[in-house]
């Protein structure tokens, strides 16, 4: 049986030395702040230089003097760090001279401890890691919280001795006592710190007196106390040079002795007074500040300090965006990670289980053993389980079996549903091509690769398309509707019987459509080379050349004028805009997108319906009034003549007065200012026929749709200046060959008079 588990167990552990755990390198600090001084690692919110490397109140100095290796300093300088554990929230420091001596003759006396780290950061606490540890004769010492207040103790010990007969073995005699410790109360004493975040204000020294006042003043000789890591005073050549017996204490080593001493730190500043949470839960607002990485759980001491953990499974810096990584427990030995059989690592924590064919316990070394089997339990095995077998492919048959019987249902629902529209609307046109146009699903899917987001080449307000490749090797365009409602049927259904029936070198083909899904697939040829829109609104000074621009135009009026007048049933398409022009290899126009267009019946100029287009080129008229006609295909087309000329973007241009583009466009020209909006590029290379192509735009978006010109004639203008164009290049050829002619033509400042 497989269980699944984030931490060693406790056994586990105890039973083997506890190993660093093995997880993928994480960022230690913040980016361009150094993480190291000498060889201590300064991790974030630690930090060294700039006040942006580090939380407030947290900033390290890395002093660099003489020959010595450099130093990490805290505070005023008189702690160094020698590491900095974000596990266990603590610093270790080390701290020379860090002892309290007197030969004062007072009963009492109280000196200040050390106030580096208390006053320094408030995030700092003395942990319990540390003791307190006395050296002298007939001494009392007391680790107080407050110089005002003696009553106020954190710990104490006494250390007593005769004059007569104390010697350095008497002193030392551990196992005398029972104690590991090295002194119990001869010559020094040892004294545990029970208090969690103790900030201690003072150490207090007082005298036992009795007998005769010459004998306790002899014995009254330089008392040492400290405070440090619990164990290092244990050390026998450390102590044997803080003890001696009476007349032999040597204290004096003290100023020469780097005594170690553990802190625990939290972050402060983190939330304000009425954003904290009480008990050990930090707000969302104060965990989401300082806990940055996703895989982190926030704490607090209740008092304004903070600090951060990664979760269970997971180890690294939880200050930084992705410092907590996986442990990957199954590279741990099993005394550690407690998994004698098959180790799995998982996100977060780690599967362990019996290795196949055996069983029992998989946390106890040997505990999984094969399965001892009877032959009739062998029998009793074999026969259920081939019988479990035979149930299990049965199933998967029948399952099978199930599913392609309910995909082909659906498959004919949405065919005989889509078909019956489809053939609905194209036997009203008499158009008998409904057969031959329908694709089956499983090409398409195929071709797509079951519609792989890698194959997505563009979308827009009616569906995804999707490049695919059919089986006899056709390069098409897919287009998939993304909402399945009744609307989005509609308009696909729309665009198959309008493309169907038309045929036009600058109109997107219309290769098929699947109709065995919910909203049908349309199959188009594949344009290769993107939309007008990118081509035109490209960064840098240039963009599509103006010849380019100009027989482009050309194209898409040609196709709007065979929509509008050489179909059988006239088609108003609705929806022209610059990123519904397709350009192929050639940079041949391909009007794409009909899925708002609609028929207009031959005995009318128009027909009533629901606003639609894109805004910028969608026509004032039918905005306001609902009726559509040819004359807004005119005001749209327009808008692209004007995006051609001036390289602005109709939906977002907008001027400081709140004019958008074809309306500041059109006073521009009124006030004889036209170049002012022009591209440059358009003026350099266009000469005289960019005045015209100026005049026909103006004539397209004019706001009273009666006084717009028709498709066809607009068609019949920019042929005639393409024309014009092509007679002057064959012209300008000839004059060329003989030498005879140089061509004038007009200069950017004419041009800018226009």
Not at 171 to 193: D, E, F, H, R, V
Request: net charge negative.
């Amino acid at each position: 049986m497989a269980a699944t588990s984030t931490q060693p167990s406790a056994a586990a552990a105890a039973a083997a030395p506890l190993m660093p755990p093995l997880v993928a390198p994480a960022p230690v600090a913040l980016p361009n702040c150094s993480s190291t001084c000498g060889d201590v690692q300064v991790p974030y919110p630690f930090g060294l230089g700039p006040p942006r490397c580090s939380w407030p109140g947290l900033n390290l100095t890395c002093s660099v003097s003489g020959a010595g290796p450099p130093r990490l300093l805290l505070g005023d300088g008189t702690l160094e760090v020698a590491e900095i554990s974000l596990h266990n929230t603590t610093v270790r420091v080390l701290r020379r001279g860090t002892g309290t001596t007197t030969t004062s003759n007072a009963t009492t006396t109280t000196t200040p401890f050390g106030s580096s780290f208390t006053s320094y950061y408030g995030g700092y606490t003395l942990s319990d890691r540390n003791e307190l540890v006395a050296t002298g004769c007939n001494v009392v010492a007391t680790l107080v919280g407050d110089l005002d207040d003696y009553s106020n103790i954190i710990t104490g010990c006494a250390s007593f001795c005769s004059s007569s007969n104390t010697t350095k073995a008497d002193i030392n005699q551990p196992g005398a006592t029972g104690s590991s410790k090295y002194c119990s109360g001869l010559g020094c004493c040892q004294a545990q710190i029970t208090m969690n975040y103790s900030r201690p204000q003072g150490v207090q020294v007082s005298w036992l007196r009795g007998g005769d006042d010459l004998q306790q003043d002899l014995l009254r000789l330089d008392p040492f106390v400290l405070v440090a890591e619990k164990g290092w005073f244990d050390q026998r050549p450390v102590a044997d040079q803080l003890v001696g017996p009476p007349g032999e204490l040597q204290s004096s080593h003290a100023a020469t002795i780097e005594v170690p001493l553990v802190l625990e730190w939290t972050v402060t500043n983190v939330a304000p007074i009425d954003d904290r949470y009480p008990g050990p839960d930090c707000s969302p607002a104060a965990a989401q500040r300082l806990c940055k990485s996703a895989n982190s759980e926030c704490t607090t001491d209740g008092n304004g300090g903070y600090s951060c953990q990664c979760q269970d499974g997971y180890d690294g810096n939880p200050y930084l965006d992705g410092g907590c990584k996986d442990i990957d427990e199954c590279k741990l030995p099993p005394e550690v990670n407690g998994c004698f059989g098959d180790c799995t690592n998982t996100e977060g924590g780690f599967v362990c289980q019996c290795p196949p064919r055996t069983q029992g316990d998989y946390t106890q070394r040997g505990g999984c053993v094969p399965p001892v089997l009877t032959g009739f339990s062998v029998g009793i095995g074999l026969g259920s389980g081939a019988g479990l077998i035979i149930l299990v492919l049965i199933a998967i048959f029948v399952a099978r079996k199930l599913k392609h019987r309910r995909a082909k249902k659906l498959k004919q629902k949405f065919f005989k549903q889509n078909r019956g529209q489809l053939l609905q609307h194209l036997v009203s046109q008499k158009a008998d091509i409904a057969e031959r146009m329908i694709i089956p699903v499983d090409e398409l899917a195929k071709a797509t690769n079951n519609f792989d987001k890698s194959r997505e080449i563009g979308g827009g307000g009616h569906g995804t398309v999707y490049k695919g490749i059919l089986s006899d090797l056709s390069v098409v365009a897919i287009k998939k509707s993304k909402i399945t409602v009744q609307k989005e049927i509609d308009e696909f259904i729309n665009e198959v019987a309008i493309l169907s029936q038309i045929n036009h070198r600058n109109i997107v083909k219309l290769f098929g459509c699947c109709l065995e899904t919910e909203v049908p697939l349309l199959v188009y040829e594949f344009i290769s080379n993107g939309t007008l829109y990118h081509h035109l609104h490209v960064e840098g000074p240039n963009s599509l050349p103006w010849s380019n621009r100009l027989r482009i135009a050309t194209e898409t009026a040609k196709a709007l004028a065979y929509l509008h007048s050489s179909v059988s049933v006239p088609v108003i398409h609705r929806d022209i805009k610059s990123s519904n022009i397709l350009l192929d290899d050639t940079m041949t126009s391909k009007v794409s997108d009909f899925g708002a267009s609609r028929y207009v019946p031959t005995d009318k100029t128009g027909l009533t319906t629901k606003v639609q287009g894109t805004i910028g080129y969608l026509d004032p008229a039918y905005f306001y009034t609902g009726r559509l006609t040819e004359s807004s295909d005119v005001f749209s087309f327009g808008v692209i003549l004007v995006e051609l000329l001036t390289r602005k973007k109709p939906f977002s241009y907008l001027t400081s007065q709140g004019e958008g583009l074809v309306a500041h466009f059109v006073s521009l020209l009124e006030e004889g200012n036209i170049s002012q909006i022009l591209d440059p590029q358009v003026i350099e290379e266009g000469g005289e026929e960019v005045q015209e192509v100026v005049t026909l735009a103006a004539s397209c978006i004019n706001l009273r749709s009666e006084d717009r010109p028709t498709m066809q004639q607009v068609e019949h203008r920019l042929e005639g200046l393409e024309v014009s164009k092509k007679k002057e290049f064959m012209a300008m050829d000839e004059f060329e060959d003989d030498g005879s002619i140089v061509m004038n033509c007009p200069s950017t400042k004419e041009m800018q008079s226009m």
